[in-house]
């Protein structure tokens, strides 16, 4: 559930770092607390002040010059979920590789927060063997990939590449918690093969491996 949940926002350069404002508005309606990080090139895109009028507090992006003075870490031990939107090719490649020479890759090592990461970018970049090697990377981390949608692009280019909805985005987020619907009930799932007797030699029996039921029981425990 939303209220009470602290989410970081990581922006990055890409001329759909504009959306991120309007994602950032979308969390706090559903009741989220926000707080932003922002790429030195995504200042090159969108403003610092947009992002303080939105959450109420003034973005990071610096390691240096903020009140805390381990920024990094401080966000990422607050942080419930961090979502990055837009995440450009470079930041997929630097959080493929846990390289934190910026403060939001930093944010995001410090913290065990659970990571939504939504990829913007021209569709040459989107479809390069490298790109799609890091995104299988971050998927091997248990992070959330919302993929790009099919429309326009930076400099009247179409295709496959642009930044999904915020909507989409903030739905991602909320499904990190799920409603605790299932409070109080106790459920039973059976899984696995079963067999049932035709005489005391031959039965009938299946090759289930019991995935789908332990996925079941997953969660039904979680909700």
């Known amino acids: ?56 507090t003034d973005p990071v992006s610096t390691f240096f010059g903020d009140p805390d003075v381990s ?25 493929a590789a846990g390289q934190s020479s910026e ?15 939504a990829p913007a970018m021209h569709t040459e970049m989107w479809e390069q063997p490298a790109t799609k090697t890091n995104i299988d990377q971050l998927r091997t981390y248990g992070y959330t990939i919302v993929d790009p949608e099919a429309g326009s692009l930076a400099g009247g280019d179409i295709g496959v590449g642009r930044l999904a909805d915020p909507e989409v985005i903030a739905d991602a987020v ?8 299932l409070k109080g009930l106790k459920v039973l799932v059976t899984a696995g093969g079963t067999r049932e007797p035709i005489d005391p030699v031959r039965y009938i029996g299946n090759r289930s491996s019991g995935k789908m039921g332990h996925a079941l029981a997953e969660v039904a425990a979680e909700r």
Do not use: C
Request: aromatic content about 6%; charged content about 15%.
């Open 1 to 56: 559930m939303a209220e009470g949940r602290r989410v970081v926002l990581g922006v990055t350069g890409g001329v759909a770092a504009y959306k991120a404002a309007f994602l950032a508005r979308r969390l706090i309606e559903r009741g989220y607390a926000v707080r932003v990080v922002m790429t030195e090139s995504a200042k090159e895109f969108i403003g610092e002040a947009t992002f303080s009028a939105i959450t109420g």
């Open 71 to 95: 920024p990094h870490t401080a966000l990422g031990q607050w942080a419930d979920a961090i979502v990055i939107a837009p995440a450009t090719a470079s930041t997929i490649s630097k959080l």
């Open 103 to 117: 403060v939001l890759i930093a944010t995001v090592l410090a913290s065990r927060a659970p990571v939504v990461v």
């Open 174 to 181: 909320d499904n990190l918690f799920p409603a605790p619907d």
